[in-house]
């Protein structure tokens, strides 16, 4: 298992790399060139300029979260070869930097979304949560203009405000897309990857939706179990693979996520592991890493993953706001370092008891 934290950028991110390498156990970062939006070419030099920037701070670019892909490349419209093109040369690029590891999502106009940015915790944090009352409640432009205004400044993964300007226009492209429609353009984009990612060693992880379940009337296919393995075998290559989250498939509690990783053995590439709190249905929020903390059980979760025999990129994942720190919202230093040294404790014991 290689222990990482996700770290945003030069610029971006409040966290410095220094801090990143002094949390125990951490040996790598994934990161991406933030500014890129979805459809951009991304420069060698640039990939080059940031893995150096990584590596003298005595760490490795572990993988890259994410390389966003373009709306008509999900919508199948006339222009998604061209933009499968970029997506191929911008992999070339970063396979020749000796990475091999792409997160990325899709979920159709909207990444990751939560109805609170800030909810506050009896414990006095501050935390990630979801409310689908708030969602129904909502137009997606003000859902956007709350998201902006709880950021505390920052640009937040996958809500950048160009793409955001556009949101009409989006909407409209997905008019005549369902499951079954989106299902055909993934594999379309995948099948076009895979002989580039076979060339340059490059896995391919999918990031499952967050939550689970369609959200302002737009599909979702990357939801649980069978929606998963359909995907795995649409484009049955091993480098077409999975980022096993499991916040955002913990979402839906129907989701049994050890069960979902057994299933999933030699297609899991990389795995986000936090904890997530069920209070009603359709609400949650995040809280610590620790299995009481929430409702999963991270025991179970990291002895799966051991069992499949999965070894590859770890990272924690959103933390709670504690001790004061202010940042990006989930992506703090503190909580997510404790989720760490947690997760590498569960990771020792399972291993030494194996
Ligand atoms: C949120 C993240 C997501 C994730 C993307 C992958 O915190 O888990 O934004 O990075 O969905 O493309």
């Not at 990161?31 to 003298?56: A, D, F, H, M, R």
């Not at 002895?303 to 940042?327: C, M, N, Q, S």
Request: proline content about 5%; charged content about 25%.
């Amino acid at each position: 298992m290689q222990m990482t934290m996700r770290w945003f950028g030069p610029g971006y991110d409040p966290v410095s790399l220094q801090h990143i390498r002094q949390v125990p156990g951490v040996t790598g970062v994934i990161t991406t060139l933030y500014n890129k939006l979805p459809g951009e070419q991304w420069e060698e030099s640039e990939i080059k300029s940031l893995k150096e920037t990584v590596e003298k701070a005595g760490l490795k670019l572990s993988g890259i979260e994410s390389v966003n892909v373009h709306d008509a490349i999900k919508t199948g419209s006339s222009e998604r070869d061209k933009y499968i093109d970029i997506y191929i040369e911008t992999l070339k690029r970063i396979g020749k930097q000796d990475i091999h590891l792409i997160c990325y999502n899709f979920m159709p106009v909207f990444d990751w979304t939560r109805s609170d940015l800030a909810k506050p915790r009896e414990d006095g944090s501050n935390v990630l949560a979801y409310d689908q009352k708030a969602i129904d409640a909502i137009n997606p432009d003000d859902m956007f203009a709350s998201m902006s205004r709880q950021s505390g400044g920052h640009t937040l993964a996958g809500w950048e405000p160009e793409r955001m300007a556009r949101l009409k226009e989006l909407f409209a492209m997905y008019k005549e897309i369902d499951e079954e429609k989106l299902l055909s353009n993934l594999a379309y984009f995948l099948q076009r990857l895979m002989p580039v990612c076979e060339e340059y060693n490059i896995n391919m992880a999918i990031h499952p939706d967050d939550p689970a379940w369609p959200v302002f009337g737009l599909p979702r296919i990357v939801t649980g179990k069978e929606k998963l393995l359909r995907i795995m075998k649409l484009v049955d290559n091993p480098h077409n693979g999975v980022t096993l989250c499991t916040g955002s498939l913990g979402t839906n509690p129907k989701n049994d996520i050890p069960d979902i990783i057994r299933a999933l053995k030699g297609r899991i590439h990389f795995a986000h592991v936090r904890n997530v709190r069920h209070t009603a249905p359709g609400v949650f929020e995040e809280s610590a890493h620790l299995s009481s903390d929430g409702s999963l059980d991270m025991f179970a979760i990291m002895k799966a993953l051991y069992d499949i025999g999965f070894r590859g990129v770890v990272r924690p994942d959103h933390g709670r706001a504690i001790w004061g720190e202010t940042g990006m919202p989930g992506y703090g230093l503190y909580d997510r370092a404790l989720g760490v040294t947690y997760l590498n404790g569960l990771y020792e014991a399972i291993d030494k008891m194996s």
